[in-house]
């Protein structure tokens, strides 16, 4: 078993808090891909990896029919309990890398949110073209940690206390400079239409809020307890000599949109 595929089912683990923790998508990228689609009223969607709901929510309140793929039994049964009030959501509990549809339709749209990069890498357009009807949309992007010139320094002063638990990080990405596969996307030759839009929104959190967000990361997951307690210690203590007591993480999105030619 690959490293990869290790960190990729640590979030089963992490079910019960992840819709709680985990930053909502802003309401502008759902506009922008409803409006690539040209805004159908109904849609026929395939979301893979929807962990507890929360870019299938906003899909299925636009009234478009959604078929949710995820790897992990504990995730999957909390997006099932999340979107129960909401009509043509199905969840089925399996792996995008393999799954096969009862019987092929296609869908207009085929969607991954944070979680495209955890797909096998030889076969994920292949799949997803496959899965598609002619002239249908793949959309997919990831929540990303993004530091702006004016952002919570805290995450540069803790720097330090990452690398002292050997868990050190490169260069922080800027708000509308993450790197984008379009030309992935075209060197397949299976799309057209290649776009890619990025976003940013800043969520604040207290402390107890944010070790809530760290623990349904994989990395942190992963981590040993002494490391996970000598920096969620030094966070908290950072954060009590605040006035306000919390902490401004800004988030980054890049919407990659490609459609499957009517034609081969």
């Given at each position: 078993m690959?490293?990869?595929?290790?960190?990729?089912?640590?979030?089963?683990?992490?079910?019960?808090?992840?819709?709680?923790?985990?930053?909502?998508?802003?309401?502008?990228?759902?506009?922008?891909?409803?409006?690539?689609?040209?805004?159908?009223?109904?849609?026929?969607?395939?979301?893979?990896?929807?962990?507890?709901?929360?870019?299938?929510?906003?899909?299925?309140?636009?009234?478009?029919?959604?078929?949710?793929?995820?790897?992990?039994?504990?995730?999957?049964?909390?997006?099932?309990?999340?979107t129960?009030h909401?009509?043509?959501?199905?969840?089925?509990?399996?792996?995008?890398?393999?799954?096969?549809?009862?019987?092929?339709?296609?869908?207009?749209?085929?969607?991954?949110?944070?979680?495209?990069?955890?797909?096998?890498?030889?076969?994920?357009?292949?799949?997803?073209h496959?899965?598609?009807?002619?002239?249908?949309?793949?959309?997919?992007?990831?929540?990303?940690?993004?530091?702006?010139?004016?952002?919570?320094?805290?995450?540069?002063?803790?720097?330090?206390?990452?690398?002292?638990?050997?868990?050190?990080?490169?260069?922080?990405?800027?708000?509308?400079e993450?790197?984008?596969?379009?030309?992935?996307?075209?060197?397949?030759?299976?799309?057209?239409?290649?776009?890619?839009?990025?976003?940013?929104?800043?969520?604040?959190?207290?402390?107890?809020?944010y070790?809530?967000?760290?623990?349904?990361?994989s990395?942190?997951i992963?981590?040993?307890?002494?490391?996970?307690?000598?920096?969620?210690?030094?966070?908290?203590?950072?954060l009590?000599?605040?006035?306000?007591?919390?902490?401004?993480r800004?988030?980054?999105?890049?919407?990659?949109?490609?459609?499957?030619?009517q034609?081969?």
């Amino acid at each position: 078993m690959t490293d990869r595929t290790e960190l990729r089912r640590t979030f089963d683990s992490a079910a019960t808090r992840y819709h709680g923790a985990r930053p909502r998508y802003p309401h502008e990228l759902f506009a922008v891909l409803a409006t690539y689609l040209g805004n159908p009223a109904e849609l026929d969607v395939l979301e893979v990896g929807p962990a507890t709901g929360i870019a299938t929510i906003p899909l299925a309140e636009r009234g478009w029919r959604v078929t949710g793929i995820e790897l992990g039994a504990d995730l999957a049964d909390q997006a099932r309990a999340n979107t129960a009030h909401l009509a043509g959501v199905e969840i089925v509990t399996g792996s995008f890398d393999v799954w096969e549809p009862p019987a092929w339709g296609g869908f207009d749209l085929v969607v991954a949110a944070t979680s495209w990069h955890w797909l096998d890498p030889t076969t994920r357009y292949q799949r997803a073209h496959r899965h598609l009807r002619p002239g249908g949309v793949l959309a997919y992007w990831s929540a990303t940690h993004v530091l702006p010139d004016d952002g919570d320094p805290i995450f540069v002063e803790l720097q330090d206390i990452y690398d002292e638990i050997g868990e050190s990080r490169g260069d922080w990405l800027r708000p509308g400079e993450l790197p984008v596969q379009v030309g992935d996307i075209d060197q397949t030759g299976l799309f057209g239409d290649v776009e890619a839009v990025q976003f940013d929104w800043e969520v604040t959190y207290d402390a107890d809020g944010y070790f809530a967000l760290l623990d349904t990361f994989s990395g942190h997951i992963a981590m040993r307890p002494a490391q996970r307690a000598r920096l969620y210690g030094e966070i908290r203590r950072r954060l009590s000599e605040r006035p306000d007591g919390r902490v401004r993480r800004h988030w980054g999105a890049a919407l990659h949109l490609a459609r499957r030619p009517q034609r081969a």
